[in-house]
């Protein structure tokens, strides 16, 4: 590109400054690599601690304790990986998380948009009351809910079992919201010309709305995978034998339990909680981020 | 909406009768059909949800406790003097104290430091801006019971954080065994743990003011700093108020922290209210667990409607 074909452009009629050349909001080539150093620092800073938890997970116990802060491991070992797959049951919390997280989320994808569409798009008598109750239980903290929910699953003697674990879990308020919030934005003669067309409800719902809600369904999926994987206040509650402990239960157990100092042991179940949540987060990254942005901005 | 499109609204004369009978059946059948849609969650709230926080309001005015649970006839009601008794427990008032704590220097400095974060990305930077984002944002998805763990090993006397600070002459503290500083390790973990939700949010807000405001305010010879200050901030209110809520939600009910840290200690030092509620759950005691639990609700919707207000009044 020649200086001549740019000139035209900078001395346009209105008399634009030159610098404006370069769109606002950037900034010169010094100022930007500034700003590189600095987020590059900042990320590093901050995903530091993964970096330290993955090498110090191959060291042995020993190492651990003279050498605290080392960063790579001397002689690296599986041992503490090992002993999580051979002594402890480690399968059967991953499968338990799962299990847990997976009945979670279809419940919520279904549930949720079933009573969303009802809110957005039919009227019924107590619709106004059911969406303030929803609102209400969003911002409920869950010590209020933790004491009489115990009492509750304890008296239909449900404590240690699977349907306590998901139960109270299958349907969440945010999910209705988001749905709710979504499918008002859906146009209302869409649906008519549907109605007029002899469908019901059920068909419509199923055929026309369903398949418009792909974004809210993929933010509603991913954010209750999360709470339900990291899930950690009620699980620990309501399982009470190692049958039915679910990662961060069983994690948090070991913690604080008999094999509290045995570190590598610790720092090895930590790479496995986190793992498999942080690489299907990098797979999914584009659609974790538009999530939050989708709660965010309703 | 959709009753006023039915067609039965376009009637008159003789027909009318019949038609608003028979547009009545049908609002009626839509109702039923609606309701069956909301059954499935309407079933499960109320047993999961609206049945717990309704009892959990009833039973702090009783005197509840954990051997009341199979056999409920003992139990009798107390008036407020669960209420009153909690707020004469000076472990209570602690709590409360350290719950202040943590949302009044936690929330600012999160705020911040994501928006600072947001800025930088929305800079004019193309390349690398995803695996920024992605990094900022991993501590978010990541179980606080392995993070903990890690967590631990850093903040500890001889740990990764106090060497650092060594580098610079700074000699650090024992960071979980000092009342002091506890809490501040608390909020660090916190900032680290929350900044990429809200950066993710301010970045949506940031990409929504349009460049051409922008560029007038450089015509007109403002510098950046101007130009954020009186140009971005303004417009990116809505935004920041809504993150604002969203973290005085979150912080108000910290808990899963000090639990996995610091079990409360040391001295209470960050025993918050939700962990004085889990541990009078952990002794039984089910009615004063439950008042406490309703003051910390109390103050979660009282903040949140402030702010809501706040959010509202400038739209």
Redesign the interface.
Known sequence: MTISEDTPLALEPGGRPVASTRPVGRHPSGTRWLIYLALVIAVVITLFPFFWMMTSSFKTQGEILRNPTGLFPQDPTWENYATWFTQLDIQKFFFNSVLVAVVTVLGNLVFCSMVGYALAKMDFPGKRLLFVLVLICLMTPGVVTLVPLFVLVSKIGLVNTYPALILPFLTTPLGVFLMRQFMMGIPDPLIEAARIDGAGDFRIFARIVIPLCGPPLATLGILTFLASWNNFLWPLVAAQSEDKYTLPVALALYTTGQDATDYGLLLAGSVLVVGPIVLLFVCLQRFFTQSIAATGVK | ???T?TPASAVNGAGRVVRTKASRAR?RR??I???L??L???L??A???????V??FV?SFTDFTSRD??NSFAVAFVGVSQYADLFSDPRFIKSMTVTAYFVVVGIPLTMVVALI?AV??????EK?R??????????V???????????K??L?D???LN?VLGWVGIDGPNWLNSTTWAMPAMIIMAV?RNMG?LM??F??GLQAIP?EV??AA??DGAN?WTSFRRITLPLLRP?LL??AV?LS?GY??F??EPF?MTKGGPLDSTLSI?YY??NQ?GFGK?AT??A???I??VA??LL?LVQFRALRSKD
């Not at chain 2, 047993?47 to 926080?53: C, D, G, K, Q, S």
């Not at chain 2, 930088?120 to 930077?125: M, P, Q, R, Y």
């Not at chain 2, 995803?130 to 501590?139: E, L």
């Open positions: 909406m959709s009753s499109t609002r839509q109702g059909i609606a309701w849609f909301a499935p969650f309407v499960g709230f047993v999961f949800m609206l049945f717990p926080i009892s959990s039973m649970v199979q974060l930088a990305l929305n800079s004019g930077i690398f995803t695996v920024f984002r992605v990094g900022f944002y991993t501590p998805v990541t179980s606080i019971v392995a993070i903990a763990v890690v967590w090993f850093i500890q001889n740990g990764l060497t680290w939700t993710i949010i970045l949506a460049q922008k560029e450089a015509i950046a935004t809504l993150g969203l939600v108000l009910q808990f899963e996995v939700s509620t889990f759950f089910y667990a439950s406490a639990s309703y910390l609700f979660i919707a949140s």
